[in-house]
T-cell receptor
Framework: DGGITQSPKYLFRKEGQNVTLSCEQN?????MYWYRQDPGQGLRLIYY???????QKGDIAEGYSVSREKKESFPLTVTSAQKNPTAFYLC?????????????FGNGTRLTVT | AQSVTQPDIHITVSEGASLELRCNYS??????LFWYVQSPGQGLQLLLK??????LVQGIKGFEAEFKRSQSSFNLRKPSVHWSDAAEYFC???????????FGKGTMLLVSP
């Protein structure tokens, strides 16, 4: 079955270390997204990419970086510059030209930085 | 820029009772509107969507929502709640080109026996 795979489900890091979250999709979707979720804050957009080798900053891009070298992969790096990295991170995708197509979400990665 | 307000942080409903979750959006043009549901520690699942046409849209699991342009609202309803509906619900609005979605802060639904 097609879907979005985020790995690992739980990730622990020490403060000051960079960490990369994986997101892979086999839905053949052009657009991919990273959202951050904190309790009571809803989902906030970090970065998104509508085609390979191109991406745009979302509302809270500071302290994060992404790459889009392959259509099916959109890894997110949480750098040491991110002041509050502990959160639940959700990856999503959709067809770029599919105006009737909603976002499909992965099951998330919970990152804890101590 | 678009925005979404979900006025209720928590709602408790008795099993079998009706449910209405409120959503108000701010957007200049005709919006793309969505309701998603999230179980603890999971991703989001689409319940229903509105792009155009009939303002009453039907979704999965017996949910429906009504788009009211005059009130800038897109409230979610269900006539009879089941214990399995306990989850967090998010309303979202898409921008002009539908390149991104803006989400509300969510409403946590608790179902009492």
């Amino acid at each position: 079955d097609g879907g979005i795979t985020q790995s690992p489900k739980y990730l622990f890091r020490k403060e000051g270390q960079n960490v990369t979250l994986s997101c892979e999709q086999n839905l053949n979707h052009d657009a991919m997204y990273w959202y951050r979720q904190d309790p009571g804050q809803g989902l906030r957009l970090i970065y998104y990419s509508q085609i390979v080798n191109d991406f745009q900053k979302g509302d809270i891009a500071e302290g994060y970086s992404v790459s889009r070298e392959k259509k099916e992969s959109f890894p997110l790096t949480v750098t040491s510059a991110q002041k509050n990295p502990t959160a639940f991170y959700l990856c999503a995708s959709r067809p770029r030209d599919g105006f009737n197509s909603p976002l499909h979400f992965g099951n998330g990665t919970r990152l804890t930085v101590t | 820029a678009q925005s979404v307000t979900q006025p209720d942080i928590h709602i408790t409903v008795s099993e079998g009772a009706s449910l209405e979750l409120r959503c108000n959006y701010s957007y200049g043009a005709t919006p793309y509107l969505f309701w998603y549901v999230q179980s603890p520690g999971q991703g989001l699942q689409l319940l229903l969507k509105y792009f155009s046409g009939d303002t009453l849209v039907q979704g999965i699991k017996g949910f429906e929502a009504e788009f009211k342009r005059s009130q800038s609202s897109f409230n979610l309803r269900k006539p009879s709640v089941h214990w399995s509906d306990a989850a967090e619900y998010f309303c979202a609005v898409g921008d002009a080109g539908y390149s991104t979605l803006t989400f509300g802060k969510g409403t946590m639904l608790l179902v009492s026996p």
